[in-house]
Every structure is written in C-alpha cells, then in structure tokens.
C-alpha cells in the first residue's frame, strides 16, 4: 500500500514507552517496508523531558533507529531540563525549539541572541532547528533573523485534522 502522495517529510510524535520497547525498531521497519516510504523521510519526534527518564535506554534505541536511516527530532527544547549535551551524545537531526522561548523572542532581545547561538551551534552540528509557535508577522521577522531553518505554528496553519491535510495541499499555497 504505497502512499499516494509524494512528501518531504512525515513527522509522529513518540513516547518514552515506545523508545524504551526495543521492538520499536523492528516495528519502523516492518512500516516503512509496508508502506514503501523512504526512512529518511521519516522523523520521529521525542520531547526533550521524556528523554530524561532513561536516556541510557532511549539512546540506544535513537541510534538503532539512526541506523535505519530515520530522523529524530528533538521537540520542545527550552522548556525543559534543557541541556547541550544532548546535541552531542544523541544522535539528533532536527531541534524543535518551544514556543515559550520563541514568543519570548519579541519582547527580550537575550532571548534572540540565544536562540541565535543555538541555531549557530546546531549548524555546526549538522542538526537543523525549527521554531515552534509562530503566531504573528512580527515574532516571524524575529526568528528569521536567528536563521533558523523551519518554523511552524498558527501563522501558517491551525492544527488540521488528517482528512482536510490534502485539501489544503491542493487548495491553498502555503505562505513563503
């Protein structure tokens, strides 16, 4: 059952339940063979405080998924325990940075310049950055000046449920 449509990339949220079940590689696996979708068009996506409950664990289980050619993102960095060895220890390709630090980004010029030096060393890294929780023209200006490399949030787009997804594909181009 190959998908019908062409995508960049197919993001799902995972918990530290599933990143702590070893089978989850072979289960990925078996999916992405089923289905016909490329791994490296997938990224799982784990929040930066479920990876302090066993990340012993979880890090073993990142890298196995690594190796199948996955992504990982790292999602709602800045809320949490956050911490740059993550960056390096983990094997990370996308950093989702939450948008309590983005809307902060408006009315705190600290808080640019960190979020300027964390996309800066994410670079370095080869990890891409996205910002979360765009909501106006201003706090878009902001973050492009931080050059990350994505960002997302209602600015775009309102939470859609997956039958309206291809409409609005179809019907409405997105705003550059």
């Given at each position: 059952a190959r998908m019908s449509h062409d995508f960049k990339r197919l993001s799902i949220n995972v918990s530290v339940n599933?990143?702590?079940?070893?089978n989850i590689i072979h289960r990925i696996e078996q999916h992405l063979a089923e289905y016909q979708v490329d791994a490296s068009k997938l990224v799982l996506e784990v929040t930066e405080t479920s990876l302090i409950k066993n990340l012993r664990l979880i890090s073993k289980t990142l890298n196995g998924l690594k190796q199948l050619g996955v992504k990982i993102a790292i999602d709602d960095f800045g809320v949490g325990y956050s911490s740059f060895a993550y960056l390096s220890k983990l094997p990370i390709d996308i950093l989702k940075i939450d948008r309590a630090l983005i809307d902060d980004i408006e009315?705190?010029?600290?808080?640019?310049?960190?979020?300027?030096?964390?996309?800066q060393t994410c670079h370095e890294l080869n990890i891409e950055v996205v910002a979360e929780g765009i909501e106006t023209q201003s706090v878009l200006e902001k973050v492009n000046v931080t050059k990350c490399d994505y960002v997302q949030g209602n600015f775009y787009s309102a939470p859609v449920q997956s039958?309206?997804?291809?409409?609005?594909?179809?019907?409405?181009?997105?705003?550059?």
């Open positions: 599933q990143l702590t079940n070893l009315y705190n010029t600290d808080t640019q310049i960190l979020i300027s030096n964390l996309v039958n309206e997804i291809e409409h609005m594909f179809v019907a409405q181009p997105f705003r550059q």
